[in-house]
């Protein structure tokens, strides 16, 4: 396993099952940033990763490990800008769920 592999498994923390769930939901398709059009980059982020959690370790390519580094510097980014209260509803926790980390787990 590589660092890489680690990184985006210490930071993805719902299961394939969870995410594909979640994304189905009106608050994941509510939140992000939709610069391109109708899906949010952290919504297509979040089906990409569905579908890396499903594949066997030798099935993953060179461009799921890059989109794997993606995800786990955008929940560690994400994570350093916690904001205060309870963040059970807010759009920052909908945004990580949506890159496949659910702060509350």
């Known amino acids: 396993m590589t660092t890489g592999d680690r990184d985006f498994d210490e930071a993805v923390n719902m299961t394939a099952g969870e995410l594909e769930k979640w994304l189905g939901t009106a608050e994941s398709r509510g939140v992000g940033d939709k610069s391109g059009g109708g899906e ?40 350093a800008q916690r904001p205060k209260g309870d963040v059970s509803r807010t759009p920052w926790r909908y945004s990580l769920m949506n890159w496949g980390h659910d702060p509350l787990n």
Not at 44 to 57: D, F, Q, T
């Open 40 to 79: 949010s980059t952290g919504h297509e982020s979040g089906r990409r990763i569905v579908a890396i959690l499903r594949k066997r370790k030798d099935e993953i390519t060179d461009a799921d490990r890059a989109h794997m580094r993606k995800v786990a510097g955008y929940v560690h980014r994400h994570l």
